[in-house]
């Protein structure tokens, strides 16, 4: 089962929780406001196509300060 409208706030929230991050917390590094950010997560409102871009990269970004960096070859 993929992301779709209906379960994108869920998926939203969960992934915020995950990686431990407030609703302010994320809001600031996604670039958004932490209303909106939160009437994403409620279903209140869809995020627009640049807010959802922006959300994924701050998410990517602290993905990968999770990852232990690889040495090189």
């Given at each position: 089962?993929?992301?779709?409208?209906?379960?994108?706030?869920?998926?939203?929230?969960?992934?915020?929780?995950?990686?431990?991050?407030?609703?302010?917390?994320?809001?600031?590094?996604?670039?958004?406001?932490?209303?909106?950010?939160?009437?994403?997560?409620?279903?209140?409102?869809?995020?627009?196509?640049?807010?959802?871009?922006?959300?994924?990269?701050?998410v990517k970004?602290?993905?990968?300060?999770?990852?232990?960096?690889?040495?090189?070859?």
């Amino acid at each position: 089962m993929g992301i779709t409208k209906d379960n994108l706030p869920k998926v939203m929230t969960a992934i915020r929780k995950a990686l431990g991050l407030s609703q302010t917390e994320m809001a600031k590094r996604a670039g958004i406001s932490r209303q909106m950010l939160s009437y994403y997560e409620t279903g209140q409102s869809v995020p627009t196509t640049h807010s959802l871009d922006s959300w994924i990269l701050a998410v990517k970004l602290e993905i990968n300060k999770l990852k232990p960096e690889t040495p090189p070859n």
